[in-house]
């Protein structure tokens, strides 16, 4: 999943409209970020990303809708791609566990990504640690399930979002530590500046497994557009950028 | 044809130490968990449901009597020795019911249960209900 993500993030368009090869869905990833700092923008980038590679629908789930289409980032919003993003709102944690619990019950063509945002508002309704992992554990379930039904070769990918809190306590870190077994990759979202004067996020993306860290600068222009440039540190230099794990990261 | 018969004998000899040898690595990797996962399999306790659709779960019957569901495509099982052992400290990487899990799908002895997709819709469900 992380490779949709990058695709985004990188955002060298053209070269990536079509013509690809079928992508591997990859590990589910984690996308990790304070209020506001642009995950839902993020997210339903991914989801136009994945609806124009030419595969089967994409499946964002929210608790409610989204008041505005986000502004996006410069991924094309070709009619054609929205269309094939299919919005469900499941308004509780039981409507979610329903929904997930039934997803095979569901006719049409299975999805090729399934988005959920605001994770954080259904865990806070029943915080149990069991509770929260069988929803994760579901999750994965649902998307291997779109897998199979995919047929060989193709895969159904999974990226989830969640808020993050500025002062974690016990329960928030044994759920980080929890997310993390299930989530092998992750992207956060973090606050930072690469030099004065200059506010804006820095967006790391962990692929999972062997793959090499990447990090972004994000800004947001005054009309929500979302601006999103290589980490500053790396583009003297691409070999620091493997070793530049030092950022704080939590 | 003398000759034969302890030949045999020797193969079937090496066989069980080989067997004897892959338990204690399972229960040096296990610890106890081995031992009660084998029990279980012996047990046959381990059944693969699945629906039309092809998705698919475990459920494990385990020796309290109680069922436990156990998913296919990921590491989770509803017993409270996953979420005390697995989840909260990280002392096991699995519960005994996952490694019968996995134990069975090697030895291919797992019972195997057919439902309908709106009953495994209430299985998975179900478990929902149970731990609230």
């Known amino acids: 999943m992380a490779e949709t993500l990058r695709r985004v993030l990188t955002r060298d368009g053209a070269a990536w409209s079509g013509e690809e090869n079928t992508p591997v869905a990859g590990p589910p990833l984690l996308l990790l970020g304070a209020p506001g700092s642009g995950k839902t923008t993020l997210l339903f980038a991914a989801a136009l990303e994945a609806a124009g590679e030419g595969q089967g629908p994409v499946l964002f789930l ?32 039981r409507e979610l566990f329903r929904l997930l619990c039934s997803a095979h019950e569901a006719p049409g063509p299975a999805p090729s990504l399934l988005l959920l945002d605001g994770l954080e508002e259904y865990l806070a309704e029943d915080p149990e640690p069991q509770e929260a992992a069988y929803l994760i554990a579901l999750l994965l379930d649902t998307a291997a399930h779109f897998s199979h039904r995919l047929g060989p070769g193709r895969d159904c990918g999974l990226m989830v979002a969640l808020q993050t809190k500025e002062e974690a306590d016990s329960g928030d870190v044994l759920l980080l530590a929890l997310l993390q077994r299930y989530f092998p990759a992750q992207c956060w979202l973090q606050p930072d500046a690469p030099g004065p004067g200059e506010h804006g996020l820095r967006a790391c993306l962990e692929p999972g497994g062997l793959g090499p860290r990447t990090e972004w600068w994000v800004t947001f222009r005054s009309d929500g557009e979302m601006m999103i440039a290589p980490w500053p540190t790396q583009a003297g230099d691409p070999s620091s950028g493997k070793g530049s794990s030092s950022g704080g990261q939590p | 044809m003398a000759a034969v018969l302890p030949a045999v004998v020797e193969q079937l000899l090496s066989e069980m130490a080989a067997a004897v040898q892959e338990n204690a690595r399972l229960k040096f990797l296990f610890g106890s968990s081995a031992t009660q996962a084998l029990d279980l399999v012996d047990r046959q306790s381990i059944t693969l449901i699945s629906s039309p659709s092809g998705r698919h779960a475990y459920q494990v019957l385990g020796s309290s009597g109680k069922t436990y569901t156990c998913l296919a495509s990921c590491h989770y099982c509803s017993c409270p020795a996953f979420a005390f052992s697995v989840l909260r400290k990280s002392d096991s990487i699995l519960c005994k019911h996952l490694l019968a899990v996995y134990l069975s799908q090697v030895m291919r002895t797992c019972q195997q249960l057919s439902v309908s997709d709106k009953q495994l819709t209430d299985i998975l469900l179900m478990e929902k209900k149970q731990e609230a």
């Open chain 1, 62 to 93: 929210t608790r409610r809708p989204l008041q505005s289409l986000p502004r996006g980032t410069g991924t094309t919003r070709d009619p054609m791609r929205l269309q094939k993003i299919r919005f469900q709102y499941p308004p509780s944690t």
